[in-house]
């Protein structure tokens, strides 16, 4: 329908209510991309998306930072998502490992659970991918950004295009979509992971909480993904060994200069190497909503060619259920529920060290379990 998304950092207004025309400009130009022909009668809307809290972007301004002023940017609409920085992130990520890594007290787990802010996280992060999504779906431009660009933004952007484009929930284009939102755009691996010696205050899992938003989405649309949450696990797993170069930089500049693509093995050469082990059992390509609650309101560390070969996105697809059909008459988003109904804690990943029982008492990960190993033995000419 011709709208886009655009990333960007957060405009330097600061107290003084500073301008920049260039910038305007830009923004005016973006807008007016959506108008196809002179005698078109609609003015269209650009939403910026700040993903953060107002009370977080008006404090910035103390910095010389800060937010858009809607007076001078005309047609457009400001909206706050309310994502909590790397510093909340941390926090709430220390107060649940505290939790997962101490005897539970069986009376009050859910109650220490809520209390961790976890899960409210993870909620807010998906809600703002979802509003991203369903401006785009309504033939609305989007420009988003939070402080600097590649944290908050690279959640909530990628998980939008996780929610319009099936190709991206199939492997190849996962793994091209991380390199693409997060790689390539230059999320900060090597500080917010804690690889080397750096100041813990810049450590923050921003990449876990945007993996356990996928993952909440797979739950609810357990046929939508090619692949299973052994991929996501896999990465997470792998993003912490360094046994390859794909997360051991921050940027596209510090790649090149470390020569990871020389010296190092690409993280997606093994993705494909180990492709069967990934797949999704249950993946018909289609979505189908299987929650009954209502929606809410390349690799530079390696040469190029290390990444799986890749088709171009689906343009087309089969036409899904009707809950998950678009108001512009697409077939293929997901609209995934947002509410704290919804949202579970992931135990496999959380929990996987703490009793195997926990793991296998997900009936969905034991069938995927019983029908790979079944398609292994009539693979293999077993029983």
């Known amino acids: 329908n011709g709208a886009s998304i655009s990333r960007c950092a957060q405009p330097r207004v600061g107290v003084l209510r500073i301008r920049s025309k260039e910038d305007e400009a830009m923004v005016q130009s973006i807008r007016m991309s959506l108008v196809r022909d002179a005698k078109s009668a609609k003015d269209p809307t650009l939403y910026l998306l700040d993903s953060r809290p107002e009370s977080y972007a008006k404090a910035n301004k103390l910095k010389g930072l800060g937010h ?29 490992r505290e939790l997962c890594h101490m005897r539970p007290n069986e009376a009050d787990w859910y109650v220490a659970l809520n209390a961790t802010g976890w899960l409210q996280l993870i909620a807010v992060v998906l809600e703002g991918g979802v509003k991203i ?4 779906e309504e033939g609305e431009s989007v420009m988003t950004h939070c402080s600097d660009g590649w944290d908050r933004t690279s959640q909530i952007v990628s998980l939008a295009e996780i929610l319009l484009d099936p190709y991206y929930r199939t492997i190849d284009g996962f793994c091209v979509l991380i390199e693409k939102e997060w790689l390539a755009f230059g999320h900060m691996f090597r500080t917010r992971t804690g690889h080397g010696t750096l100041v813990d205050d810049c450590v923050s899992p921003i990449f ?15 046929t939508a993904f090619e692949f299973s949450e052994e991929l996501l696990l896999f990465v997470l797993d ?15 500049k510090e790649r ?30 289609r979505p189908s909503a299987e929650f009954s609650g209502t929606p809410s309101a390349l690799d530079s560390s390696a040469a190029a060619d290390t990444l799986p070969a890749v088709a171009s996105p689906a343009g087309g697809g089969t036409t899904g259920p009707d809950t998950t059909s678009t108001p512009g008459g697409g077939s293929n988003s997901l609209h995934p529920c947002c509410s704290m109904r919804a949202i579970v804690l992931w135990q496999r990943y959380y929990l996987r060290w703490c009793s195997q029982a926990l793991c296998d008492a997900d009936p969905l990960v034991a069938a995927g379990r019983r029908l790979r190993s079944s398609t292994h033995l009539s693979t293999h000419g077993g029983l």
Do not use: K
């Not at 876990?208 to 357990?222: A, E, G, K, N, P």
């Not at 792998?238 to 596209?252: D, K, M, P, Q, V």
């Open 238 to 252: 792998e993003l912490h060994s360094c046994r390859f170069g794909t997360f051991l930089a921050n940027n596209e």
């Open 208 to 222: 876990l909480v945007f993996i356990d938003c996928v993952w909440q989405i797979t739950r609810q649309y357990s």
């Open 133 to 136: 999504a369903e401006r785009l």
């Open 256 to 285: 090149r200069d470390m020569h990871l693509p020389e010296r190092t093995v690409s993280l997606w050469t093994e993705v494909d190497a180990r492709r069967s082990s990934f797949v999704n059992p249950f993946y018909d390509g």
């Open 68 to 96: 858009e002023n809607m007076d001078l940017y005309r047609g457009c609409r400001l909206m706050f998502l309310g994502i909590g920085n790397i510093h909340n992130v941390s926090d709430s990520y220390a107060r649940l």
